[in-house]
T-cell receptor, first 110, second 113 residues
Framework: KNEVEQSPQNLTAQEGEFITINCSYS?????LHWLQQHPGGGIVSLFM???GKKKHGRLIATINIQEKHSSLHITASHPRDSAVYIC????????????FGKGTKLTVNP | NAGVTQTPKFQVLKTGQSMTLQCAQD?????MSWYRQDPGMGLRLIHY???????DQGEVPNGYNVSRSTTEDFPLRLLSAAPSQTSVYFC????????????FGPGTRLLVL
């Protein structure tokens, strides 16, 4: 069982819909990343958070450390949001190793 | 700034051949790392470095060597390529460690026949 699980694996939405992607982890972590992988393959960092909530434009990331759960929300989704969204956890204990979820493929139709 | 660069973009090798995947960053980042991405597997850490002269193994280090002689460069060496090493390889860097914003290179697609 992967230490970091994402759901759903695939998600199809209509333009304008509110999107939620979930990430849960089974070990204690000190930080969690949300990444976006474009259809062309490039990977960009969206958020890094260790508590609470962060917002950037239409994207919102939340984390509940005690419940071992993080969510990525997209408001007013657009076809250009179509991508694979990946969460990655930094485990506690001084490790400098990230453990990745398998990703959620989002398709937003016009 | 060029950010994180990787060369080559695509490579075909025969089983048993060796090669080096290049990764360089011009942001003076201390932390650099190598990942492989396989269908259905997610990204997996191969090796990482927290500074020049310091490297450590990740989740899947077998068959790969790294060195970090300068802050800018972090090459990944395949000593004797195997078909199981067919994958897309990503290099990433951050200012201090894995808990900082990660900057990824464009990736190298490797096919081992």
């Amino acid at each position: 069982k992967n230490e970091v699980e994402q759901s759903p694996q695939n998600l199809t939405a209509q333009e304008g819909e509110f999107i939620t992607i979930n990430c849960s982890y089974s070990v204690g972590i000190s930080a969690l990343h949300w990444l976006q992988q474009h259809p062309g393959g490039g990977i960009v960092s969206l958020f890094m958070l260790s508590s609470g909530k962060k917002k950037h434009g239409r994207l919102i990331a939340t984390i509940n450390i005690q419940e071992k759960h993080s969510s990525l929300h997209i408001t007013a989704s657009h076809p250009r949001d179509s991508a694979v969204y990946i969460c990655a956890a930094l485990t506690q204990g001084g490790s400098e190793k990230l453990v990745f979820g398998k990703g959620t493929k989002l398709t937003v139709n016009p | 700034n060029a950010g994180v660069t990787q060369t080559p973009k695509f490579q075909v090798l025969k089983t048993g051949q060796s090669m080096t995947l290049q990764c360089a960053q011009d942001m003076n980042h201390e932390y650099m790392s190598w990942y492989r991405q396989d269908p259905g597997m997610g990204l997996r850490l191969i090796h990482y470095s927290v500074g020049a002269g310091i490297t450590d193994q990740g989740e899947v280090p077998n068959g790969y060597n790294v060195s970090r002689s300068t802050t800018e460069d972090f090459p990944l060496r395949l000593l004797s390529a195997a078909p199981s090493q067919t994958s897309v390889y990503f290099c990433a860097s951050s200012s201090e460690g894995a808990g900082e914003t990660q900057y990824f290179g464009p990736g190298t697609r490797l096919l081992v026949l």
